[in-house]
């Protein structure tokens, strides 16, 4: 039996009951595209993970990749398997099909990549790298460069990386120093970028680096950065890689978790300059950034989702054997009898069901904005997404903490023995809150860019949606303890809000010293919103009598303990926000 | 020539089965299912003659309710050609699937049929053997390597005492044991594409077959919890309890 078995059920509910995925295709004009079709592919990608990719996953952690003498050598077993998923098309789902892709629903994509991310976290980055790299080729080069490079990106052939990092430019991209000078048809690139992962490695032909770099005549700052392709390998006539570029790998990092994800120091044009295409126009290199960013961030939100599966399926398994004491009439008890167990295991799966459900839901609106009738109601989704993006990865990924953290704490003292594996996904967990924006950069966004900005527009159109959703339930009586619980949490977010748009106008430091707070609440309010949502239709396909109805009352208990155990967080943060930014910034710097 | 797959719809082999509280049969209520793992064996030799090009078509059938479909729609997303669901709001007992799958063969006339050696529901082992009888064909089952040369179909069978290699005369029936191949995963395009085969639903009436239901299931019960072992202190008592006890020498 594998590690890791595809929650499909769940999936495939949420999927149905919360995206409504047959109207999102339809809506879409994609005709061929329905549910069926999602449960037919996340069957069998579910498989793949489980049997190819969930395996291998202690043994990246073991095996991590080292630097050879001629590049990077990645975890054994690694190279296969890769071969096999490109073979069997995966990356190719949501990309367009004038490049080889399948053109199907970002919301899918969503679905089947938490297989990626849950069965293996290390080795699902590459594909997440890859598309964040083949997203920027797609929507800023133009034709010729896109002709050249999408193909085999799409496919998988080749990999991607991402290049933005340097040692005194991490949360202040503005501050990078790598170099592109002119020469002929393409640039030389030289700097050194850190925290590049899986900068190198084996398994393809060739791959794609895609670097920022300032020109020579850059203004100074955020608007003086350039994207460039530089690859791995140059191509010759054929479009075959050929010739060595000058970018490499001079080192691995040594990191508490991911380890099978080559986390890399690459240095360009140590030996006369790494050749490079500029993407689209000099100087737009943050904005393009910005485009990808989105998609890039809720994909490492999903990855919170997937890790917390994951330590989830471990701890109840453990919990169902472990047997630890015994009953007065002699009958010995697996400790998932003992309710100090259950109530960790239930805040495991309800933290889930929200995560999974918010991560879906927020995927769905890109492709309710591409398929909107018009103006308006794209920019509507737009800002939904907009809206939802740093939720997403700064929620889901703080969440995850506290459900790996308990995936170890359920296993008691093997918890801690790393031959157990719950440790693993424990230390895999760490990164998240941290890469791709941190929690902090994550809040700041949502505070500053996406409510501050727009006077709070948006947000009160979300706040006004789930009010409606509180109000219908209301209505319900197996609910209302529900609606309750969700309209309590919600005056919170209206109260921190409303607190927000004043002192925020009023005092510079106020956005940053509740930003977190701030920003969490948002996220279990939105929790508990998604996890009503999917209580409320699971308990009206259980009272019409359709489907196993131990399975939809088990979506409307876990909402229930979503309710009574995790929104009311929402009420000591917004008492946090509402104290204000002054006993987080008063102390003098002295006297720490 | 024409290679006839049939497939079978059983539950999912990650599924922790549970009888039901009247001991009537298997709780199956929404639990997972999937497509039988011989009969994905059986699949997979039939996509791999067809792709050494020794078969010109792989039609996949299968018995059952209209769920039956999903693993028709996986072993077209997995290479077959189309699909035959011979509709039964039941799945019935071997001698009625092998009657039905007789017809099948009669009419589609391929060269050799690719059966799983049994469900791991049922765990009969019997339809591949008695669609051989009803169709006049001869047999080769348990294959753990097949190999198809001119008019001669060349099946070694894994046997109690070892491997015993068979020729037989095309056309014939093969079953598949576990170690004749290791199935392919399916391609996403491949599952995309599958959507569009042809998949043809036939009744037992059309093909002339009555269903009789010679079988009747009294009761299912789990396997009895595991007892706790006891320790004995000589061998002797060992022995005795050995003999008396457990009765076993």
Known sequence: MSEYLHPYRDVTFALRELVDFDALCESAGLNEVNAELADAILEEAGKFGSDVWAPLNRQGDLHPPRVESDGVQETPGFADAYRSFVESGWPTLTFPESFGGQALPNVLGTAVNEIWQSANLAFGLCPLLTQGATEAILHHADEALKAIWLPKLVSGEWTGTMNLTEPNAGSDLAAITTRAVPNGDHYLITGQKIFITWGDHRMTPNIVHLVLARLPDAPAGVKGISLFIVPKFLLDEQGEPSVRNDAYCVSIEHKLGIHASPTCTMSFGDNGGAVGYLVGEPHQGLPYMFTMMNHARQSVGLQGLAISERSYQQAVAYARERVQGTTKDGRKIAIIEFPDVRRMLMQMRASIEAMRGLALLAAAETDRAKASDDEVQASRHHERIELFTPIVKGWLTELSQEVTYLGVQVHGGMGFIEETGSAQHYRDARILTIYEGTTGIQSLDLVGRKILRNQGVAINGLLDEIDDCARQLASEPEMSVLAERLSKALDAGRQATGWLLEEGARTAWAPGAVGVPFMMLMGYLCGGWVSCRMAQRAAERAASGEGDTEFLHAKVTTARFYCEHLLPRTQGLLETILSGSESVMSLPEAQF | ?249
């Open chain 2, 1 to 249: 020539m024409k290679l006839l797959v049939c497939v079978k719809r059983v539950i999912d082999y990650n599924v922790k089965v549970r009888v039901k509280a009247d001991n009537s049969d298997v709780d199956l209520a929404n639990v997972k299912m999937a497509l039988n793992p011989f009969c994905e064996i059986a699949v997979e030799e039939a996509i791999r003659l067809k792709e050494a090009g020794v078969a010109s078509e792989v039609i996949v059938v299968s018995v059952g309710p209209k769920a039956v479909q999903e693993q028709l729609r996986t072993a077209m997303a997995l290479g077959a050609d189309r699909a035959i669901q011979i509709d039964t709001d039941t799945m019935p007992e071997p001698l009625d699937v092998a009657k039905l799958l007789a017809r099948v063969v009669e009419q589609e006339q391929p060269g050799l049929v690719i059966l799983g050696k049994q469900s791991i529901d049922s765990d009969n082992n019997q339809t591949g053997q008695m669609l051989a009888a009803l169709t006049g064909r001869p047999q080769g089952t348990f294959a753990y390597a097949l190999k198809v040369e001119g008019d001669k179909a060349v099946v070694t069978r894994e046997v109690d005492g070892g491997l015993r290699t068979l020729s037989l005369q095309l056309p014939a029936i093969v079953t598949t044991d576990l170690r004749l191949n290791e199935p392919r995963y399916a391609k996403l395009p491949d599952i995309m594409k599958a959507k569009k085969k042809p998949l043809e639903v036939k009744t037992p009436a059309d093909l002339g077959v009555e269903l009789k239901r010679h079988i009747i299931q009294l009761k299912v019960e789990a396997p009895a919890a595991r007892k706790a072992g006891i320790r004995v202190d000589s061998v002797d008592a060992l022995i005795d309890k050995l003999k008396h006890e457990a009765k076993v020498i």
